[in-house]
């Protein structure tokens, strides 16, 4: 289970990142959705601070980005 919860927090932060790039700098308004997203992801990542989870998030981040993710 901790491996998925690591992949599933990490897809999230690199979707909403992605969300954040494609609507720009208005992303920064409270108001917006890519903004909202983006900080909530970041929670997610918080939760990784279980020692099984941040582990798998530690491997998987130390991995490079493909061009498909």
């Given at each position: 289970?901790?491996?998925?919860?690591?992949?599933?927090?990490?897809?999230a932060a690199?979707?909403?990142?992605?969300?954040?790039?494609?609507?720009?700098?208005r992303s920064?308004?409270?108001d917006q959705?890519?903004?909202?997203?983006?900080?909530?992801?970041?929670?997610?990542?918080?939760?990784?601070?279980?020692?099984?989870?941040?582990?798998?998030?530690?491997?998987?981040?130390?991995?490079?980005?493909?061009?498909?993710?």
């Open positions: 289970m901790p491996d998925a919860r690591a992949t599933s927090s990490l897809l690199r979707a909403a990142a992605r969300l954040v790039v494609h609507t720009g700098s920064v308004l409270a959705h890519a903004g909202r997203l983006y900080r909530e992801s970041g929670f997610l990542l918080v939760f990784g601070l279980r020692p099984a989870i941040k582990d798998a998030m530690l491997q998987r981040l130390a991995v490079p980005a493909t061009a498909t993710v």
